[in-house]
């Protein structure tokens, strides 16, 4: 089945610590999205990537860093200087000539103890 | 700048009855305008979108939304809620199409009462 797959679904994560989020597409979808949810917020923007070996910063890109080495992952990294990194974390994908609809995967829920 | 909101964090409607869920955008060019529902702990679902064609877009689950342009709205409906609608929708702008990032509401919780 094509899809998006996210993992793990649920990450714990020492202060202080680096920790990569995983994000693959089988869907053959060219750009790829990264959203951080938390309550009451909706979704904001962290990073996307329109291409491979391309990204863009979105609203809230500090602490985080992403890569696009292949069309199908875009795996995020949340640093240590990300001050609030608790939150559930989204990624998506759309393909180029469409109206514009993003396809999630299922996210992944990062807690910082 | 295009931006979404959201009137009403929560909405509780009795099972059977309309829901409507509100939604109006700011957007410098024609818009393209999405629903999505989530459910918890799970991804966003796409609803319906419109995209410049029928004002009147129908999604799935009975869902239907009107585009309004000189109201500036995108409100979500559906004739009758059924304890299954309940969930979390988004309402989310894009001034480009295409790969062009969306911007979404804060959201907005359903509630079914029985």
């Known amino acids: 089945d094509g899809g998006i797959t996210q993992s793990p679904k649920y990450l714990f994560r020492k202060e202080g610590q680096n920790v990569t989020l995983s994000c693959e597409q089988n869907?053959?979808?060219?750009?790829m999205y990264w959203y951080r949810q938390d309550p009451g917020q909706g979704l904001r923007l962290i990073y996307y990537s329109q291409i491979v070996n391309d990204f863009q910063k979105g609203d809230i890109a500090e602490g985080y860093s992403v890569s696009r080495e292949k069309k199908e992952s875009f795996p995020l990294t949340v640093t240590s200087a990300q001050k609030n990194p608790t939150a559930f974390y989204l990624c998506a994908s759309t393909p180029y000539h469409t109206g514009g609809e993003q396809f999630f995967g299922p996210g992944t829920r990062l807690t910082v103890l | 700048a295009q931006s979404v909101t959201q009137l009403g964090s929560h909405v509780s409607v009795s099972e059977g009855a309309l829901v409507l869920l509100r939604c109006n955008y700011s957007s410098s060019v024609p818009p393209y305008l999405f629903w999505y529902v989530q459910y918890p702990n799970q991804g966003l679902q796409l609803l319906l979108k419109y995209t410049s064609a029928a004002t009147l877009v129908k999604g799935i689950n009975g869902f239907e939304a009107e585009f309004k342009k000189s109201e500036t709205s995108f409100h979500l409906t559906k004739p009758s809620a059924h304890m299954s609608d309940a969930a979390e929708y988004f309402c989310?702008?894009?001034?480009?199409?295409?790969?062009?990032?969306?911007?979404f509401g804060k959201g907005t919780r359903l509630s079914v009462i029985a």
């Open positions: 869907l053959n979808h060219d750009a």
């Open positions: 989310a702008v894009s001034e480009g199409g295409g790969n062009t990032p969306l911007v």
